[in-house]
Every structure is written in C-alpha cells, then in structure tokens.
C-alpha cells in the first residue's frame, strides 16, 4: 500500500514535473520561433531594400547634379574667355598702347629701361635713340665683386636736322647716387662725332668702371638736366 501510495505520489509528481518542463520548453521554442520568425519576416527585408534603393538613387541624382553644374560652368568660362588662360573679360582694359616709342624732350624727359628706344625731339634736330647694356667683360664670379667695367652702346637713327654728341652729355648715377663720367667712342670712326646730321645713323660705345646693382645710363644735350634716361643693373652673379 505504501509503495502503490509512493508509486503513485512519485508518477503524478514526475509527469506534472516532466510536463512543465516539456511545456515550459515549448513555451520557449514557439516563442523564440516566433521571434525569429519576426526577425526574418519577408516584409521587413523588402522595407530594407526600398529604404536601400532610395538612398542610392538620391546619391546618384546629386552625383548628376553637380556633373551637369560644372559642366555649365565650363562652358561659360569657356565661352567668356574663348580659350584656356585667357584673360577675364571683367578686368579693366589697358588704355597704354604696347610697345609705342615714347617721345622725349627738354619740356618732356623721359625716363627707360635699358633696350627701349626714344623719339628725342631737340631745337636743333630729332631722332630715335636706343639704349643696350651693360655688357660686363665676365659673369659668375665668386665672391662678386664691388664694381666691374661695365660697355654700353647707344644708336641713333632717322635723325633730322643735327643733333650734339657730347661725350660730356652721357653720365651713369649708380644707387647711392655716385656720379660716373664715361669714355665715349664711335664703334665705326673711333672718335664721337659732334652731331647726329640728318640722314645718318651713329652708334656710340661708352664705357666706365661702375658698382654693382642698379643705375641709370643719362643724355642731357642740351643744358645739365637729362633728356633721356635709361635704367639698367650692373648683374655678375
């Protein structure tokens, strides 16, 4: 009796036991099935998708855009400009012509650079004056040194009427303002003529020992202010 009593205290027990637990376990795979089934619900994946398609779509459509922009503002630089590097068209134009020959005279000196031809109009006589140099006998030396022997040369042509030629009349002023005589030749006849006569060109060297750096090459025929100067730079490096 006992043991039918134990038998039967032991099997409701154990099938109450092993059903909450066969249950509880069901409990668990069907919810965690449903969950999953959740997770992986085919709506979901196609919400993914669209959201997906739409971003690359809007990424594509401004990608486009800003293609479709440059390309527009090419074309109008292009077409403002009329070729590559070209200058803009908003930029103030020059109202100075280039390379004119300007005129020069006691009323009106002029200043140059060196290689710049002048129209010299004189009392006595006109002509077109030009300027080259300093050539120096070496360059490169190291330590460069104070001061060099320095040629230039100075032609005149189209002249009308008669025009001095002084050697006196040319002077350098270096950068500090040191006064600087010249030795002046004619390159044909050796001795500097007097005048430039109409009808003739003279091309005069003229030649002094000058400091390094800048300077200016002066003419003044007539009285002691120049007429025409010319700047230059004394370079041996």
């Known amino acids: 009796m006992g043991f039918l009593i134990g038998r039967q205290l032991q099997r409701p027990a154990g099938r109450g036991l092993d059903a909450g637990i066969a249950g509880s376990g069901e409990r668990r795979t069907g919810s965690s099935s449903r969950e999953g089934s959740r997770a992986i619900w085919p709506g979901s994946r196609r919400a993914a998708l669209a959201v997906a398609v739409a971003v690359a779509a809007l990424a594509a459509a401004t990608v486009w855009a800003a293609l479709r922009s440059d ?32 005129a020069a005279s006691t009323a009106h000196p002029w200043l140059a650079i060196e290689g710049d031809t002048v129209s010299v109009r004189l009392p006595s006589g006109r ?35 008669a025009l001095p030629l002084s050697g006196a009349a040319f002077t350098v002023v270096d950068e500090l ?18 005048f430039v006569r109409a009808g ?31 700047d230059f730079d004394v370079e041996i490096d």
């Open 71 to 102: 390309a527009g503002g090419g074309s109008k630089a292009s077409a403002s400009s009329g070729r590559y590097g070209g200058i803009p068209s908003w930029l103030p134009k020059a109202t100075i012509p280039v390379d004119r020959i300007a």
């Open 127 to 161: 002509a077109l004056v030009t300027a080259v140099g300093p050539a120096v006998p070496e360059e490169g030396r190291f330590p460069v040194p104070a001061t060099t022997r320095c040629t230039f040369t100075v032609t005149f042509t189209s002249a009308s009427g």
């Open 177 to 194: 303002g040191g006064l600087h005589h010249l030795v002046v030749r004619d390159m044909k006849a050796g001795a500097s003529p007097a």
């Open 200 to 230: 003739r060109s003279v091309s005069l060297t003229m030649t002094a020992v000058l400091p390094t750096g800048n300077g200016q090459l002066r003419w003044a025929p007539v009285g002691s202010k120049p007429v025409v100067s010319w």
